[in-house]
């Protein structure tokens, strides 16, 4: 008799735990992102330290690689069934929300989010048409690393000027041989370079601002790719043609990177560790100046947040959702959680929370390049469309053909004007 009714008791203590779980789990949450092992190890603990703050909410994570998630995102945006929250790409904004209305505007949310610790310029660019379609998680920029042992044996200074890298390549040739640059390049690298060239020379952007088209006239268009052509010419960078001899593969595990024939990098800082870790010992790597024409008051800096968390046009949950990107990017608790697995925070209290919490090298070469693109003047910010991959494909093409002796500067710029203005015009509708 005792025993059933312990038996009874103990029955009833149970179903009314799963009734006050039950209760309290009222609100069920969806979050996508992508990434590598390391950062869905980060942000599943940064999920089960927002539910101890919050038992009411339970967030679902739905995590992939980097390979299919775009097209899979595509799919669920198009059949209204998109996560409450998820991590987006910047440039995804002409295809998900050209006219602001593709994810939620979580400026609706802007008390919870604390939309004030961020930076007015990053908030400018995911904000489209007065609704901001997401909060930036870090901001990463395109600036210059050097391999310090194949500098110091050309025997040659960092550039502090364009100019300086003609100088450089030939330097590298006569010290070190044909198989030594001073960089190496792709093509989004090159169209950057060019990029920052043009705004610190002209004040002018290669797409305009107003209409998404290609900005430059023929003859500056024709001066864009000559800028190429010079430093292929000085030995700055290999050609398309000589870098295609290396086989396909990362440029990070070529041989001639790890072994130091590649002295630098135009590289995001946020990408920098992996090309580091990968040089032979006792090879290493270090921040360079950012060049700047002489008189420039617009380093010309490709900066842009490296992601963004946004919130589903479609959720049911928008405070809930609202509570989660606020905890992931705010809260001390679940900034250190997360720790860098997505790049130095961009909101003044993640930041302030992961120097507390010792979390943040500040010697390292990601910071450090964070800490120069703060310091840069810009004026000029890029759009969404600066660096579209089939605007890329199409400057890459090009690339290729003056290499391989199919067109000269003048051919290349008519083409791509009349080609990238179809892409941009297809895209931007």
């Known amino acids: 008799m005792i025993k059933k009714r312990l038996l009874t008791t103990l029955t009833m203590v149970a179903l009314g735990t799963m009734t006050a779980t039950a209760a309290t789990a009222q609100t069920e949450l ?5 990434g590598g092992s390391s950062r869905h190890q980060a942000t ?14 339970v967030v679902k994570g739905e995590y992939t690689g980097w390979n299919g998630h775009l097209s899979r995102l595509t799919t669920q945006v198009a059949g209204n069934t998109e996560p409450d929250v998820m991590q987006t790409n910047w440039n995804w904004l002409p295809i998900f929300s050209r006219d602001g209305k593709g994810f939620y505007d979580m400026s609706q949310k802007a008390d919870v989010l604390h939309i004030g610790n961020f930076p007015k310029q990053p908030m400018n660019m995911v904000t489209v048409k007065g609704k901001v379609n997401g909060l930036p998680v870090s901001i990463t ?15 040659v200074k960092y550039p502090t000027t364009w100019e300086d890298f003609n ?7 006569a010290k070190l041989g044909d198989g030594y640059y001073p960089l190496v390049v792709e093509a989004r690298d090159v169209f950057a370079i060019n990029r920052s060239i043009f705004i610190q020379k002209y004040g002018k952007d290669v797409i305009n601002h107003k209409t998404n088209m290609l900005n430059l006239s023929p003859k500056e268009m024709t001066e864009f790719f000559q800028i190429y052509v010079d430093m292929v010419n000085n030995h700055v960078f290999p050609s398309t043609k000589e870098f295609a001899s290396y086989g396909k593969g990362n440029m990070n595990e070529m041989r001639p990177w790890i072994d130091g024939h590649f002295g630098g990098l135009y590289m995001w800082n946020t ?11 006792p090879q290493s790597m270090e921040l ?3 060049p700047m024409a002489p008189g420039a008051t617009d380093s010309g800096l490709l900066a842009r947040p490296s992601m963004m968390f946004s919130m589903g046009r479609n959720t049911k949950h928008p405070e809930a959702a609202a509570k989660l990107v606020n905890f992931l990017l705010n809260d001390p608790d679940g900034v250190v959680a997360m720790g860098l697995a997505r790049g130095v925070p961009l909101s003044s209290s993640g930041l302030a929370a992961l120097k507390k919490a010792g979390e943040l090298d500040e010697t390292s070469l990601p910071f450090q390049g964070y800490k120069m693109a703060q310091s840069l003047p810009q004026v000029i910010l890029p759009t969404a469309y600066t660096d579209n991959a089939q605007l890329m494909e199409l400057f890459e093409e090009e690339m290729q053909h003056l290499d391989y002796g199919q067109s000269d500067a003048a051919k290349s710029a008519k083409n791509f004007i009349r080609r990238g203005n179809r892409v941009l015009r297809r895209i931007a509708k």
């Open 288 to 290: 360079g100046p950012y």
């Open 271 to 281: 990408s920098i560790k992996k090309y580091a870790d990968n040089l032979e010992p």
């Open 30 to 34: 969806r979050m996508s992102w992508w």
């Open 44 to 57: 599943l603990k940064a999920l089960e330290k927002f539910h101890e703050k919050y038992p009411d909410i």
């Open 141 to 155: 920029s395109r600036v210059f690393y050097y391999n310090k042992d194949s500098w110091a044996k050309a025997g």
């Open 167 to 173: 100088k450089a390549g030939q330097a590298f040739k």
